[in-house]
Each structure stands twice: as structure tokens, then as C-alpha cells.
């Protein structure tokens, strides 16, 4: 099993539909999770850190289900600007004090007009 | 301010050359990171450095050479690369290491070896 799995895309979506993106983990002691965007040829940014009581901000909302090691991101109402590859990272101590962020190979999202 | 830079923004470079890549941050972060990202693949962390020392290096060849002169700068020194070690090359901090904080990621060098 892969260590972020995400589902494989790419997503064609129009204006104004509601988007879910999956992710699972294997690393059953991993600590902390997020969600990054990232453009075209661009860095990843930072999106949602994603907690177990499950958080919102605005159109978007990030769910962890720790015992089915599962991470969701929804987003709602989609715009032209949330095109972009979605990336799952979930982050797991790697030895000693040592933690590493793993990521998801990421889904394309597209929003069509 | 969650800025982090990188420069340059693009670099070309032979095989026998040799190039630095920098990147700075000033949000008093002490966790810097080196990422490889290949067109359509996820970043690949290459080394972090923690408190301005090494602390994890993911089995990077020599030809790349890490060094972080202060807590808010980290260089990247490149030597007798291969093309194949064309990328994207970002750079992140985080607040500390341990403690999986967020990562903020620099614009990236895109990097290509003729």
C-alpha cells in the first residue's frame, strides 16, 4: 500500500459544482495533515491543515478520519480559480526527532465555465 | 508575511558546471527543507535542516551539497550535475523540527542541465 494514496483524477467539473477529493494513508502513527494547492509550474500552497473535529473555511472543508486513516476535502460552490493540482501531505515522525512530510501524487482538479 | 524566496528563478547549467541555488525566509522559522519535484510528479524532499544543522539528508547524491550559513538562509551548491537532475527545486520552512508544522514553499528554480 502507498503511503498517500489519493484518488488518481483528473476532475472536469462546471462552475458552481461540488467537488470531493479522497486520501488515504498507511502510516497509522502519522501526526499531522493537509491540504496544498498547486498551480501550473508553480509551489505548492498551503490550502487546510486538516484536524480530527474536521474544519471549514469558507467553500472549503477538510475531514480526518483517524481510524480509517481517510482524509476528504470538499469544496462547494466551485470557481474558474480553484483549477489547480490538489495535494494530499500527511506528515509522520521519520526517526528519532525527525518528521517528514509525505505526499499524495495529487488530483487535477479542472473547472470548466 | 509567509514569504519565502528562491533564486534564481531559472538556471541552465552544463554538466561540468558549478551553481548555487539560495533561498531565504524571514518568519523566524528554524525547520528549512530542499524538495525535487518532477513535471506532474509530488515534491521529493532531498534535506532538511533543523536549527541550522543537517538533520535529514534522503540519500542525496553528492553532487548536491546543502549548507544553511544562518537560520534564515540555505543554500543549495550544484556540481558536475546530470540531465536527468533537471527540475523544479523548491525550497520550504516550517516553524521547528520535531513538530510537523506547516511548510511554506518558495517559488522553486527551475533547473535544467544541458
Known amino acids: 500500500r502507498k503511503e498517500v494514496e489519493q484518488d488518481p483524477g483528473p476532475f472536469n467539473v462546471p462552475e458552481g459544482a461540488t467537488v470531493a477529493f479522497n486520501c488515504t494513508y498507511s502510516n497509522s502513527a502519522s501526526q499531522s495533515f493537509f491540504w496544498y494547492r498547486q498551480d501550473c509550474r508553480k509551489e505548492p500552497k498551503l490550502l487546510m491543515s486538516v484536524y480530527s473535529s474536521g474544519n471549514e473555511d469558507g467553500r472549503f472543508t477538510a475531514q480526518l478520519n483517524r481510524a480509517s486513516q481517510y482524509i476528504s476535502l470538499l469544496i462547494r460552490d466551485s470557481k474558474l480559480s480553484d483549477s489547480a493540482t490538489y495535494l494530499c501531505v500527511v506528515t509522520a515522525n521519520s526517526g528519532g526527532s525527525n518528521y517528514k512530510l509525505t505526499f499524495g501524487k495529487g488530483t487535477l482538479l479542472t473547472v470548466n465555465p | 508575511d509567509t514569504e519565502v524566496t528562491q533564486t534564481p528563478k531559472h538556471l541552465v547549467m552544463g554538466m561540468t558546471n558549478k551553481k548555487s541555488l539560495k533561498c531565504e525566509q524571514h518568519m523566524g522559522h528554524r525547520a528549512m527543507y530542499w524538495y525535487k519535484q518532477k513535471a506532474k510528479k509530488p515534491p521529493e524532499l532531498m534535506f532538511v535542516y533543523s536549527y541550522e544543522k543537517l538533520s535529514i539528508n534522503e540519500s542525496v547524491p553528492s553532487r548536491f551539497s546543502p549548507e544553511c550559513p544562518n537560520s534564515s538562509l540555505l543554500n543549495l551548491h550544484l556540481h558536475a550535475l546530470q540531465p536527468e537532475d533537471s527540475a523544479l527545486y523548491l525550497c520550504?520552512?516550517?516553524?521547528?523540527?520535531?513538530?510537523?508544522?506547516?511548510?511554506?514553499f518558495g517559488p522553486g528554480t527551475r533547473l535544467t542541465v544541458t
Open positions: 520550504a520552512s516550517s516553524r521547528q523540527v520535531p513538530d510537523p508544522y506547516e511548510q511554506y
